[in-house]
């Protein structure tokens, strides 16, 4: 399997010719294409519905429906922001049918007081190298909202643009900055309260 690459173009021609290979039924091509972005799409439908029965059962919805409409593929964006929009939709669709919200939209304002206690300055990022650290703020991840979780997952942990996380939720840029600089201060603010991070 070659080398990952970062190269915007090279990436585009890898998608382009994977896409090829599956639309023209080559062997073990849509398999590759499985395990190339499985763990992408557990990561989003995870974040988003926090159930592994559902996640597990919801992930391979997204792979029947990524095989069955990949031909409306365009190549204008990555393939891996595309197939992250298929998941984030049916993650979203899933909860709608279940009557779970998305957004909270006061979900900050329980814990103001704390948050705006805790200085900007402090590297959440950094903190994950340390396992007890990095335990919390899972937890203290599992307690956002699903956007949130689901926004935090595709910016941080996929290292999607923010142009891509918006192409993949249909929110505005600005709209997914808002939530990424609160959904961190929250962290903070539940870190803090937990295990004293530093502000």
């Not at 409306?72 to 899933?94: D, M």
């Not at 979900?107 to 300055?121: P, T």
């Amino acid at each position: 399997m070659p080398a990952p690459t970062s190269n915007p173009a090279e990436l585009h021609s890898d998608d382009q010719a994977l896409v090829r290979a599956v639309l023209e039924r080559v062997p073990g091509a849509f398999e590759r294409l499985v395990r190339q972005y499985q763990r992408l799409c557990w990561h989003i439908i995870d974040r988003m519905v926090r159930q592994p029965d559902d996640t597990q059962e919801l992930c391979q919805e997204v792979f029947l429906r990524v095989h069955q409409t990949l031909h409306q593929y365009r190549g204008e964006s990555l393939l891996k922001s595309w197939i992250a929009q298929v998941a984030y939709s049916v993650g979203k669709r899933h909860l709608e049918r279940k009557r779970i919200p998305i957004v909270e939209p006061d979900a900050s304002d329980a814990h103001a007081l704390l948050v705006e206690q805790v200085g900007d300055g402090h590297d959440l990022e950094a903190a994950m190298a340390d396992k007890e650290i990095a335990r919390h703020l899972h937890d203290a991840l599992d307690r956002l909202p699903p956007l949130q979780r689901t926004l935090l997952t595709l910016y941080h942990l996929e290292e999607l643009p923010i142009g891509e996380v918006a192409k993949v939720t249909g929110l505005a840029e600005g709209t997914i900055k808002s939530h990424l600089f609160r959904s961190r201060k929250l962290l903070r603010g539940l870190l803090e309260a937990r295990i004293g991070v530093p502000s």
